[in-house]
């Protein structure tokens, strides 16, 4: 099917004994956001950092647009238009909101083009990290160093700054861990703009932000797809409800 980004074939990684992310075969399909839910400990992180390129998978096959990338190192993946964003904020306090998009903006650029760089290289970088603070709506942060931000608006840089690498998939983790509700309003917002012009995979455990955002989502548990659909076929299995929602949340429906 043509219109698979991103697919796994039987993915797996271990730990020692452990074993984080097991067989997992999935496709995520370009325009949509697919979310990753599950309980801690599922393998949600770990299978997000084995898309990116973050970790060697132990088995199995990553594909991106039909392109075997199962071996391929995070620079590669990021070169290729995939983005991630970290559960833990990943930004440079000290800089500010256009220093650190502008550092994404030129982490993009081929390794050669970073020592030699004519001035429309230079303009370019400029312009993508100026595009991605509008689009993460930090504008008005432009100057202000990271570290004086709130814990808010630093979640939405560490989105800026992936932006700013003009990704077309987007490995989101966690977006709203540790938000206040209206900070949590703001960045459903956020991924709802993205969702308008990227292909999304999104963990999350903020299950009001998923079911607002999300065209499919996938349940794991213990390193295992235990189903994937729609929000309604999630919502109504009995078997996501046993494991993961909890009997309060799935019995309102
Ligand atoms: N680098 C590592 N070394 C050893 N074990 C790891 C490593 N990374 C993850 N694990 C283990 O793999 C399992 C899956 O972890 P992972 O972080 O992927 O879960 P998660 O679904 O993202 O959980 P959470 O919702 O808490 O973020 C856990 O048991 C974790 O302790
Ligand atoms: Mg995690």
């Keep these: 099917m043509s219109d698979v980004i991103l697919e796994t074939d039987g993915l797996s990684r271990t730990f020692g004994a452990l074993v984080a992310v097991d067989g997992v075969t999935l496709s995520f399909r370009r325009g949509q956001v697919h979310a990753i839910i599950g309980?801690?400990?599922?393998?949600?992180?770990t299978l997000i950092n084995l898309l990116s390129g973050e970790l060697p998978p132990s088995a199995g096959t990553i594909k991106l647009r039909g392109r075997d990338i199962?071996?391929?190192?995070?620079d590669e993946?990021?070169?290729l238009g995939v983005g991630r964003s970290f559960q833990k904020t990943n930004i440079f306090q000290s800089f500010t909101c256009f220093e650190n998009c502008w550092l994404g903006a030129q982490s993009r650029l081929p390794t050669s083009?970073?020592?030699f760089r004519p001035a429309?290289?230079?303009?370019?970088?400029e312009a993508r990290a100026r595009r991605a603070i509008e689009l993460c709506g930090l504008t008005h942060r432009c100057d202000t160093p990271a570290g004086?931000?709130?814990y808010g608006e630093q979640r939405q840089l560490e989105i800026g700054m992936m932006l700013a690498t003009e990704p077309e998939l987007l490995l989101l983790d966690e977006p709203l861990a540790g938000m206040g509700s209206e900070e949590a309003v703001q960045v459903v917002e956020l991924l709802k703009r993205l969702a308008a012009d990227h292909t999304l995979i999104l963990i999350e455990h903020d299950m009001d932000a998923v079911f607002a955002v999300a065209d499919l989502l996938?349940?794991?548990?213990?390193?295992?797809?235990?189903?994937?659909?729609?929000v309604e076929q999630i919502r109504a299995s009995k078997a996501v409800r046993e494991a993961y929602l909890g009997d309060e949340e799935g019995g309102g429906h």
């Design 77 to 79: 993946v990021s070169l």
């Design 113 to 115: 083009m970073r020592f």
């Design 39 to 45: 309980p801690n400990g599922a393998g949600k992180t």
């Design 70 to 74: 199962t071996r391929a190192k995070a």
């Design 148 to 150: 004086a931000m709130s």
């Design 120 to 125: 429309s290289v230079y303009r370019e970088v």
């Design 218 to 230: 996938t349940v794991m548990v213990n390193g295992r797809v235990l189903e994937t659909g729609t």
